[in-house]
């Protein structure tokens, strides 16, 4: 026995976590007795108890990381500034109170999308088994799964949850499935001998269990090799710990935006309180004033309207049947350059269907794809009857029906299968030629992986009749004739039926031979013995056939410029097929990298791989991981679908991981990003489609908030420039921080969502993902917030001075503080009437407003129409007055006032007239 000191080698750890053939699992497996409870004891000294040690951080520590934030900063110390200076200025607390709401609200929405980490963990937990049933000093006992220890011995049998890693022995007919660790749906054969190569991925590792899986049937027995963190699921379990979620490309440019923001605020903010001195005001008045600038500018609704946007394009991608669970996600997808899918149920059908059938006289094509039992038969370009001359089709096909377990489901005309998926597709096959030949079944020879067949047996009429169905190696040992069409029997050829077994297996078809005989009507067992003498009929080629309309959204993903990527744990030779089928591959153009070949590849030497490669097979978790750091190494934009326990470290790295959401696990869907209801390839698509509108809402609402954000801060710079020259702007400023923050609150709730509601552009799929290196903060905001702040400034002050000149004597004494404050109300119209004309102009970025119908956006017209609404109240309502710093002023300035409205639109579309030539000539629009 090994050494069980309290301080195990590496090189005994090493022994136990993967013991294949090592001297000490011999001795184990022969002794037959199992540990003792002392040495069991000792053990769990050394290797600690069978149990994932996950920590989660405390609610409080994950409500405090939503204030990290730089444009949270801003506000909180916006907030600050505020609430100091109400103690000079009451109309600062409302500026106070709105700030820290957003603040508060923003912080919660963020507290309520985090956590998927500690889910995803918190799944992982409720894999482990809770108890087993184990050798120990020779008797057998149930013990709590927690304290199972390398070298103990576990008893298996169908329906076993597996508890630890285990290498097993005295195996029979042992199935375990796998799917939740590999990906794999079909239950995984396993055996007692070792296999010796290297670099295996768990999938291909079958003188193994592993925790968290389970034993489908037969029996055996196992030594615990690997418990806790050292099993596949503790490893997956630390990946997904140490796996950091990597910040979006939106996340990343807004915190580059607001830096910059941050940057010119603060710096014009200091600039106006140098320019307060210099024109000889008091340093408390230059304070204040560069304090209402800064506030001005401030774009306290930024959070929430990118919030909003996201939400909005994530209710769109939930009617698409892709459900976002991480907002920021719902804008990645546009930007995305590589979606790498898992193969089965994603790409394919999963739905097993047979697809060519071969007998001794012709090679038939199976029409239709899936469970549903409709499809017709076609030899050398005809469609045929197989119950007209095509006996020996026929009676494949019959076999196939009859040495079957499966049963077909119909519910609502959607079909599905009752038992193995490879039976599934052999009912089909038989009820698309109309076969249902419901022959009493007398005795039956279960499949089981070491004999390769199966056997059943039938009431006949005139005798009673063995079918088999199996391998076609093992099937043409027992056959000694075939049948024809004609119903006359001749010697199989062996040789020729394993050539076309071949040709067909190298389409990645997965075969069945089928064979009968007749025996007599008292027969009424079967032996082994029985397997001679048999008639062969043919063979029935199968494949979980591609989506339809994922071999249409691949295409579309080459046309927008994404690259598609198959990751699967299935061979090489049917990923290959599939990929060629679904246009992943050009022909035998591209390159397929298994798992084993991966695994020996350094980072630098996969670095090189992943450029070229686009189809991978028999991958083990930690390889879809590598793949996907790889490619964002390269630059990429990562999407990562996945389904199975082994997939959630890859999700989490991707910029955005993409659970099944029907045949996904509750790991790897706490895990992602965003979660695809149908499994559906297809969907993603679509949602991408969705990703790329929300960027194009996001770019339209920038480009409206801050030009009018920048507006406002001009009125308040601008004031201090031109006191000196106009007296009227050394009594006030042209508006008060309170009509300032009227404003920039109901023009982003009416005016700026009202915007995310316009039409998707045409054509949002024709064109490359954007680049992850594009900015926000780009020459386009600058030159639109000069001409729009240029626009709102003129038009304010105009107003303020035309209207409010006369309140004020030469050396800026107030003389009629009435009329002064109907000029600020009459400026703070003419500043709206800007933000009307230019909204309708930001509809869309680059094309012109008449380009579209106007009356097409109905939210952004009740917007204008509420908009006008709530800002009348101010104005003609005393109640009002006093709070908002507003008076009624007489009708006839309205005349002088909505001319206003031009100025903003004219201005924004002669630069999108300007800009739209300037991209005419570089070729970037037709």
Same mark, same amino acid.
């Given at each position: 026995m090994p050494n069980t000191s309290s301080d195990p080698t590496a090189s005994q750890k090493k022994e136990w976590y993967r013991l294949t053939t090592t001297e000490t699992f011999q001795k184990l497996k022969t002794s037959n007795s199992g540990l003792?409870?002392?040495?069991?004891?000792?053990?769990?000294?050394?290797?600690g108890y069978n149990e994932l040690k996950l920590k989660k951080p405390s609610t409080l520590m994950r409500f405090l990381r939503q204030f990290h934030d730089p444009l949270v900063y801003i506000l909180i110390a916006a907030a600050?500034?505020? /609430?100091?200076?109400?103690?000079?200025?009451?109309?600062? %607390?409302?500026?106070t109170m709105v700030i820290a709401g957003v603040v508060i609200l923003n912080a919660l929405l963020g507290f309520f999308q985090e956590g998927k980490t500690e889910a995803a963990l918190d799944a992982l937990r409720k894999m482990i088994v809770q108890e087993c049933s184990v050798l120990r000093d020779g008797d057998k006992k149930v013990i709590p799964a927690r304290e199972l220890v390398p070298g103990d011995i576990v008893l298996l049998e169908g329906g076993n949850k597996i508890p630890a890693d285990l290498r097993i022995f005295d195996v029979k007919n042992l199935y375990a499935d796998e799917a939740v660790l590999t990906g794999e749906s079909k239950p995984a054969a396993k055996y007692e001998e070792a296999v010796d190569r290297p670099n295996l991925p768990p999938g291909d590792q079958r003188c193994i269990t592993f925790s968290g899986t389970f034993i489908v049937r037969g029996l055996a027995k196992g030594v615990v090799v690997a418990t806790g963190e050292n099993t596949e699921f503790g490893k997956i379990a630390t990946l997904v710990k140490g796996t950091k979620k990597v910040v979006t490309p939106l996340q990343k440019n807004i915190a580059a935006f607001t830096r910059t923001l941050m940057m010119v605020i603060l710096g014009i903010g200091a600039v106006n309180f140098v320019l307060g001195f210099v024109f000889g005001y008091t340093p408390v008045y230059s304070f204040l004033a560069s304090v209402s600038l800064v506030v001005a500018a401030i774009p306290e609704m930024l959070p929430m309207l990118v919030t909003a946007i996201l939400a909005l394009a994530a209710s769109a991608m939930v009617k698409k049947k892709a459900l976002i669970k991480r907002l920021p996600a719902a804008e990645t997808l546009g930007s995305t350059t590589v979606i790498c899918s898992d193969k089965t149920g994603t790409l394919t059908k999963n739905q097993m269907t047979v697809v060519k059938v071969y007998t001794g006289d012709s090679e038939y094509q199976v029409q239709g794809i899936g469970y549903e039992p409709t499809g017709s038969f076609i030899v050398d370009e005809e469609e045929i009857n197989p119950a007209n001359a095509h006996l020996a089709l026929a009676e494949t096909l019959k076999a196939g029906y009859l040495c079957n377990n499966a049963k077909l489901v119909n519910e609502d005309d959607s079909y599905s299968i009752m038992g193995d998926p490879t039976e599934g597709a052999l009912l089909v096959s038989a009820k698309k030629a109309g076969i249902e030949n419901p022959m009493a079944r007398i005795d039956e020879i279960p499949f089981e992986s070491e004999q390769q067949y199966m056997a059943t047996l039938h009431r006949g009429q005139k005798g009673n009749i063995i079918f088999v169905k199996g391998s076609p190696e093992q099937v043409l040992k027992m056959c000694h004739n075939q049948l024809t069409d004609s119903s006359a029997l001749q010697p199989v050829n062996n040789q020729l039926v394993l050539e076309k077994a071949s040709q067909m297996a190298s389409?990645?078809? =997965?075969?069945?031979? %089928?064979?009968?005989?007749?025996?007599?009507?008292?027969?009424?067992?079967?032996?082994?013995?029985? %397997?001679? #003498?048999?008639? /062969?009929?043919?063979?029935? #080629? %199968?494949?979980?056939?591609?989506?339809?309309?994922?071999?249409?959204?691949?295409?579309?993903?080459?046309?927008?410029?994404? =690259?598609?990527?198959?990751?699967?744990?299935?061979?090489?030779?049917?990923? =290959?097929?599939?990929?060629?089928? !679904?246009? !992943?591959?050009? #022909?035998?153009?591209?390159?397929?990298?298994?798992?084993? =070949?991966?695994?020996?590849?350094?980072?630098d030497e996969l670095l090189e791989a992943v450029k070229k490669v686009s189809v991978y097979a028999r991958v083990a978790p930690e390889h879809k991981l590598r793949i996907a750091l790889q490619l964002q190494r390269q630059g990429e934009v990562v999407a990562m679908t996945g389904d199975g326990v082994n997939d959630a470290p890859a999700l989490k790295a991707a910029d955005i991981g993409i659970a099944m959401g029907i045949t996904g696990t509750e790991v790897s869907k706490e895990a992602s990003d965003m979660i695809l209801i149908n499994d559906n390839f297809a969907c993603i698509v679509s949602a991408v489609e969705e990703g790329r509108h929300a960027w194009k809402n996001l770019q339209k609402a920038i480009l409206y908030t801050l030009p009018t954000n920048g507006g406002q801060a001009l009125l308040v710079i601008g004031a201090v420039l031109l006191a000196p020259l106009l007296p009227v702007f050394q009594a006030r400023l042209a508006l008060e921080p309170i009509m300032i923050l009227w404003v920039n609150l109901f023009d982003s709730v009416f005016l700026t969502m009202p915007l995310m509601m316009e039409v998707k552009d045409k054509g949002l799929l024709n064109s490359p993902p954007r680049s992850p290196r594009e900015k926000l903060a780009n020459w386009l905001l600058l030159e639109r917030t000069l001409l729009i702040g240029f626009v709102i400034a003129a038009s304010g002050f105009i107003i303020y001075n035309f209207f409010g000149a006369a309140a004020v004597a030469a050396d800026g004494t107030i003389i009629d503080p009435h009329l002064l404050t109907q000029a600020q109300t009459?400026?703070?119209?003419?500043?709206?009437?800007?933000?009307?004309?230019?909204?309708?102009?930001?509809?869309?970025?680059?094309?012109?407003?008449?380009? /579209?119908?106007?009356?097409?956006?109905?939210?952004?017209?009740? #917007?204008?129409?509420?908009?006008?609404? /709530?800002?009348?109240?101010?104005?003609?309502v005393p109640a009002f007055n006093s709070f908002f710093r507003t008076e009624n002023f007489p009708l006839e300035w309205w005349i002088y006032i909505l001319p206003c409205l031009l100025p903003g639109f004219i201005a924004i579309e002669l630069e999108k007239l300007i800009l739209r030539r300037k991209r005419k000539q570089k070729g970037l629009i037709s």
């Amino acid at each position: 026995m090994p050494n069980t000191s309290s301080d195990p080698t590496a090189s005994q750890k090493k022994e136990w976590y993967r013991l294949t053939t090592t001297e000490t699992f011999q001795k184990l497996k022969t002794s037959n007795s199992g540990l003792s409870d002392s040495e069991a004891e000792e053990r769990i000294s050394q290797y600690g108890y069978n149990e994932l040690k996950l920590k989660k951080p405390s609610t409080l520590m994950r409500f405090l990381r939503q204030f990290h934030d730089p444009l949270v900063y801003i506000l909180i110390a916006a907030a600050i500034t505020t /609430f100091i200076l109400t103690m000079t200025s009451e109309d600062m %607390m409302a500026d106070t109170m709105v700030i820290a709401g957003v603040v508060i609200l923003n912080a919660l929405l963020g507290f309520f999308q985090e956590g998927k980490t500690e889910a995803a963990l918190d799944a992982l937990r409720k894999m482990i088994v809770q108890e087993c049933s184990v050798l120990r000093d020779g008797d057998k006992k149930v013990i709590p799964a927690r304290e199972l220890v390398p070298g103990d011995i576990v008893l298996l049998e169908g329906g076993n949850k597996i508890p630890a890693d285990l290498r097993i022995f005295d195996v029979k007919n042992l199935y375990a499935d796998e799917a939740v660790l590999t990906g794999e749906s079909k239950p995984a054969a396993k055996y007692e001998e070792a296999v010796d190569r290297p670099n295996l991925p768990p999938g291909d590792q079958r003188c193994i269990t592993f925790s968290g899986t389970f034993i489908v049937r037969g029996l055996a027995k196992g030594v615990v090799v690997a418990t806790g963190e050292n099993t596949e699921f503790g490893k997956i379990a630390t990946l997904v710990k140490g796996t950091k979620k990597v910040v979006t490309p939106l996340q990343k440019n807004i915190a580059a935006f607001t830096r910059t923001l941050m940057m010119v605020i603060l710096g014009i903010g200091a600039v106006n309180f140098v320019l307060g001195f210099v024109f000889g005001y008091t340093p408390v008045y230059s304070f204040l004033a560069s304090v209402s600038l800064v506030v001005a500018a401030i774009p306290e609704m930024l959070p929430m309207l990118v919030t909003a946007i996201l939400a909005l394009a994530a209710s769109a991608m939930v009617k698409k049947k892709a459900l976002i669970k991480r907002l920021p996600a719902a804008e990645t997808l546009g930007s995305t350059t590589v979606i790498c899918s898992d193969k089965t149920g994603t790409l394919t059908k999963n739905q097993m269907t047979v697809v060519k059938v071969y007998t001794g006289d012709s090679e038939y094509q199976v029409q239709g794809i899936g469970y549903e039992p409709t499809g017709s038969f076609i030899v050398d370009e005809e469609e045929i009857n197989p119950a007209n001359a095509h006996l020996a089709l026929a009676e494949t096909l019959k076999a196939g029906y009859l040495c079957n377990n499966a049963k077909l489901v119909n519910e609502d005309d959607s079909y599905s299968i009752m038992g193995d998926p490879t039976e599934g597709a052999l009912l089909v096959s038989a009820k698309k030629a109309g076969i249902e030949n419901p022959m009493a079944r007398i005795d039956e020879i279960p499949f089981e992986s070491e004999q390769q067949y199966m056997a059943t047996l039938h009431r006949g009429q005139k005798g009673n009749i063995i079918f088999v169905k199996g391998s076609p190696e093992q099937v043409l040992k027992m056959c000694h004739n075939q049948l024809t069409d004609s119903s006359a029997l001749q010697p199989v050829n062996n040789q020729l039926v394993l050539e076309k077994a071949s040709q067909m297996a190298s389409q990645a078809l =997965r075969l069945l031979a %089928m064979a009968y005989k007749i025996v007599p009507v008292d027969k009424t067992s079967l032996e082994p013995d029985d %397997m001679n #003498g048999l008639t /062969f009929t043919g063979i029935q #080629g %199968m494949i979980d056939p591609p989506r339809e309309e994922a071999i249409e959204a691949v295409a579309k993903c080459k046309k927008a410029g994404i =690259r598609s990527v198959m990751i699967t744990g299935d061979h090489v030779l049917t990923a =290959r097929a599939i990929a060629r089928q !679904i246009g !992943i591959m050009n #022909g035998d153009q591209g390159e397929a990298l298994t798992g084993e =070949r991966l695994a020996a590849m350094s980072d630098d030497e996969l670095l090189e791989a992943v450029k070229k490669v686009s189809v991978y097979a028999r991958v083990a978790p930690e390889h879809k991981l590598r793949i996907a750091l790889q490619l964002q190494r390269q630059g990429e934009v990562v999407a990562m679908t996945g389904d199975g326990v082994n997939d959630a470290p890859a999700l989490k790295a991707a910029d955005i991981g993409i659970a099944m959401g029907i045949t996904g696990t509750e790991v790897s869907k706490e895990a992602s990003d965003m979660i695809l209801i149908n499994d559906n390839f297809a969907c993603i698509v679509s949602a991408v489609e969705e990703g790329r509108h929300a960027w194009k809402n996001l770019q339209k609402a920038i480009l409206y908030t801050l030009p009018t954000n920048g507006g406002q801060a001009l009125l308040v710079i601008g004031a201090v420039l031109l006191a000196p020259l106009l007296p009227v702007f050394q009594a006030r400023l042209a508006l008060e921080p309170i009509m300032i923050l009227w404003v920039n609150l109901f023009d982003s709730v009416f005016l700026t969502m009202p915007l995310m509601m316009e039409v998707k552009d045409k054509g949002l799929l024709n064109s490359p993902p954007r680049s992850p290196r594009e900015k926000l903060a780009n020459w386009l905001l600058l030159e639109r917030t000069l001409l729009i702040g240029f626009v709102i400034a003129a038009s304010g002050f105009i107003i303020y001075n035309f209207f409010g000149a006369a309140a004020v004597a030469a050396d800026g004494t107030i003389i009629d503080p009435h009329l002064l404050t109907q000029a600020q109300t009459a400026a703070f119209w003419a500043v709206l009437m800007v933000h009307f004309g230019y909204v309708v102009s930001a509809r869309s970025v680059y094309n012109s407003a008449f380009a /579209f119908n106007p009356f097409s956006n109905k939210w952004l017209l009740g #917007g204008i129409a509420a908009s006008i609404t /709530f800002r009348l109240l101010p104005t003609f309502v005393p109640a009002f007055n006093s709070f908002f710093r507003t008076e009624n002023f007489p009708l006839e300035w309205w005349i002088y006032i909505l001319p206003c409205l031009l100025p903003g639109f004219i201005a924004i579309e002669l630069e999108k007239l300007i800009l739209r030539r300037k991209r005419k000539q570089k070729g970037l629009i037709s």
